[in-house]
């Protein structure tokens, strides 16, 4: 009988240990259970706000790049309205300088066959009437048809010396041409004068066209 109840008892500690242990067993793994599932949530929370912080830094950006789009049109119909204006602007500057020099020619080549025919007869030239534009003219064409300049150079020059004067005559305060001798001298100080304010007229406008490049440039 004492064996026996020693047995029972034996079993029955046995089985206290493997219960306890089972037990404390339960409590680790429910304990591991809470902080996996305390982790997994904090976890979650934060790939939740990263995700809402995402979508909305992906509004922002979609709503940024429709605004540079819309920028980047702007910019582009402007360059296009700018290059418009400047392909203009290029295109008479080219006309425009293109006229003065041949002006400028026209007149040098003029000065230098006067004052050659000059230096062979000045009593000749003396008589000359010059005391307005019409004078002036005809002193120079008649000049120039006994050196032989080409008709269409002297016309061309004549229409030059015209445009000029009408141009001055209706500057305010310009004097009539009836003292045009006076404003302007003989025939050579005329032409002279006319290549002066031509080249003066060509070196504006170059200025000013690379000023208008520059600034397109930039």
Known sequence: LGQLEAKITAQ???ELKAFNEFTAWCDDASRNTEYEIKTATASKEKLTAAISKAAGDIESASSKIEEL?????GDEADLKSATQIRDKESADFKASEAELMESIDTVGRAINIIEREMRKNPAAFAQLDTSSLDGVVGAISAVLDAASFSTNDRDKLQALLQTRQQAEDDEPGAP???VYKSKSGGIVDVL????????AQLSELRKDETTAKHNYDM
Do not use: V
């Open 12 to 14: 029955g500690e046995a």
């Open 69 to 73: 789009a819309g920028g980047i049109a």
């Open 176 to 178: 009539a041409a009836a």
């Open 192 to 199: 002279s004068d006319f290549k002066e304010k031509a080249e």
